[in-house]
């Protein structure tokens, strides 16, 4: 069974552009989460998904980040304009049930310059 | 959610046994301890899940005391393809939400 992936695994942009990464749960997984790690931080949550609606959308830093999920499947993040301190990894991951093993992705790396 | 503590960092050799502490003073009682585990440009991956005394799976052992105020993670004979960053959660699944919250993690070298 394939598991959780990302798309790119690395973007580098200039500030002001936009980015959209991508993640596509493991298939039935209803519960989609984003994640982040900026330089020398700690992993975040950003928000968490559950099929198509955001159950918890606390941990999105400002409204340059829109995230979606159309049809409850794969979901996109969108960093729109990006600031030099986006930079830094995104992860995704999905569960079956509300639990705390989550399955993540390798993360995308992104590189604002 | 309980704020951890680990330590930075620690090493190790083949073969040996690894234990990892952590600290979780404010556990509340709803609380369950989680630990992940990640390897250099990869997701974190769910190692084992606790609640109290002791579980243990294919991979580790987690032992919890009475007052749950600490858990140590256990690794038996690790290997070098044990060395990564190994995180402590403590979090209420009863809650509307099961986002983690990861702290600095424990960084282990495994030495041949």
């Known amino acids: 069974e394939a598991g959780v992936t990302q798309f790119p695994s690395h973007s580098v942009i200039e500030k002001g552009q936009t980015v959209t990464l991508r993640c596509d749960p493991i298939s039935g997984h209803d519960n989609l989460y984003w994640y982040r790690r900026v330089m020398g931080k700690e992993i975040k949550f950003l928000l968490h998904?559950?099929?198509?609606?955001?159950?918890?959308e606390s941990g999105m830093p400002n409204n340059r980040f829109l995230a979606e999920r159309t049809g409850g499947t794969y979901s996109t993040l969108k960093v729109q304009p990006a600031e030099l301190e986006d930079s830094g990894v995104y992860f995704c991951?999905?569960?079956?049930?509300?639990?705390?093993?989550?399955?993540f992705g390798p993360g995308t790396r992104l590189t604002v310059t | 959610l309980a704020k951890t503590t680990q330590p930075i960092s620690m090493d190790s050799y083949e073969g040996q046994e690894v234990n990892i502490t952590c600290s979780h003073n404010n556990i509340a009682t709803n609380d369950y301890i989680t630990w992940y585990q990640q390897f250099p440009s990869q997701g974190p991956r769910f190692i084992i899940q606790g609640y109290k005394t002791k579980v243990t799976n294919e991979v580790a052992s987690l032992f919890i005391p009475a007052d749950r105020k600490s858990s140590t993670l256990s690794l038996p004979r690790v290997s070098l393809s044990d060395t990564a960053v190994y995180y402590c959660?403590?979090?209420?699944?009863?809650?509307?939400?099961?986002?983690?919250?990861f702290g600095t993690g424990t960084r282990l070298q495994v030495f041949p």
């Open positions: 991951a999905s569960s079956q049930d509300r639990d705390y093993e989550q399955y």
């Open positions: 998904f559950v099929k198509e609606s955001k159950q918890d």
């Open positions: 959660l403590v979090g209420d699944l009863s809650y509307n939400t099961d986002k983690l919250i």
